[in-house]
């Protein structure tokens, strides 16, 4: 059974710890991009007229309430607080870092991510945001299009190590829908980046769809494969929400001398030896690993800033190669269109909204 969040606990008395992926390796070698020609979508699935994209609604959405809470920073091992407030149509996903003397907003889109390495790090100039992943995987799959998060330190709160208590959060704030249409990111040419082994592909589909799998030499893990086949916000939650990051016993040294995980714990990160997870309590699912990886590509597909009507497929993936992705999306604006219900004026993906409100 998936843990529960006190429903009497005050959001803001929310202190536990966790987040981003410990076995996740950083690569500098160029990948292999592959770009195929428009192909027709044949086959027997059933057309959606408004197909799941990241959340089921066809108006945007926002929270309802400023809510906020209190964590500890994984790498930094500091304690930071975090409020999240509402936020206009268009406005999208913005940080703000309220310890600097110039609360300076950064906007999340692609040409925001500045780091890759150990989790997805957010910045405008010498100002940024880490560890965002998480949060903004939770906003990707409940659908929430605009949400101003405030956060006093260089990164967010780790919290469990999942999704799970973001969700909690949000859905304490309450989810409200905007007199605005939600634009859409549909997919219309085949993309695939390969680097060895590890590979992930992008392609046309009726709805959005992703078929993710990792393969380690640990008895614990081995090869696991996982398919989003019917997604909404309800099997986000139940399925991939509380899937935490997780770890090796035997790199916990290295990455603190490193400057990383300072704020990791066995109450934010599963952890394996070199035969089994130490954890006491175990793993929420057998395979826990591949629904985190899952949890991580929403957060990282969601710095587009629009729900995307694509199928997704993995092999070995980490956030430097989601990232990548989603650079190849931004190259090759021939290999998708935007869909405004409004008909509103084309955005491109790095599309800067009005300033929002201080």
Request: contains cysteine; aromatic residues 6%.
């Amino acid at each position: 059974m998936l843990p529960r969040f006190n429903a009497e606990l005050s959001v803001s008395e929310l202190k536990t710890a966790g987040s981003r992926n410990f076995s996740t390796r950083h690569r500098t070698a160029q990948p292999l991009l592959f770009i195929e020609p428009t192909v027709a979508l044949v086959g027997t699935e059933p057309v959606c007229a408004v197909p799941w994209v990241g959340g089921d609604a066809v108006k945007q959405r926002t929270i309802a309430e400023t809510v906020s809470c209190i964590g500890t920073g994984l790498h930094s091992g500091q304690p930071v607080q975090l409020t999240l407030r509402p936020a206009p149509v268009d406005t999208g996903v913005v940080f703000t870092r309220t310890d600097r003397a110039h609360h300076t907003l950064i906007r999340m889109s692609p040409s925001a991510v500045q780091s890759t390495r150990r989790s997805t790090t957010l910045g405008y100039g010498e100002v940024t945001v880490s560890t965002v992943e998480h949060l903004c995987s939770a906003l990707f799959g409940l659908g929430i299009d605009n949400v101003r998060a405030d956060v006093d330190g260089p990164e967010l709160p780790i919290m469990d190590g999942s999704a799970a208590p973001f969700v909690y959060l949000l859905r304490s704030a309450g989810l409200v829908k905007q007199p605005a249409a939600r634009r859409v990111l549909r997919i219309q040419r085949p993309l695939e980046i390969r680097e060895g082994d590890r590979s992930i592909r992008i392609e046309p589909a009726r709805a959005f769809r992703v078929k993710y799998a990792v393969e380690f030499d640990h008895p614990a893990i081995g090869r696991q494969v996982f398919r989003v086949d019917a997604p909404d916000k309800e099997h986000f939650e139940r399925e991939l929400s509380a899937a935490r990051t997780f770890g090796f016993l035997r790199e916990v040294q290295s990455l603190r001398k490193a400057g990383f995980a300072r704020g990791g714990s066995l109450a934010n990160t599963v952890v394996l030896d070199e035969k089994q997870v130490v954890n006491a309590e175990g793993l929420r699912w057998p395979d826990e690993f591949v629904r985190h990886k899952v949890l991580d590509l929403y957060g990282d597909l969601a710095v587009l800033g629009l729900p995307i009507q694509a199928r997704i497929k993995v092999e070995r993936g980490g956030h430097a190669l989601h990232h990548r992705l989603v650079e190849a999306i931004v190259d090759h604006p021939e290999a998708w269109s935007i869909e405004d219900p409004d008909s509103r004026e084309p955005r491109g993906l790095d599309f800067v909204p009005a300033p929002a409100p201080a």
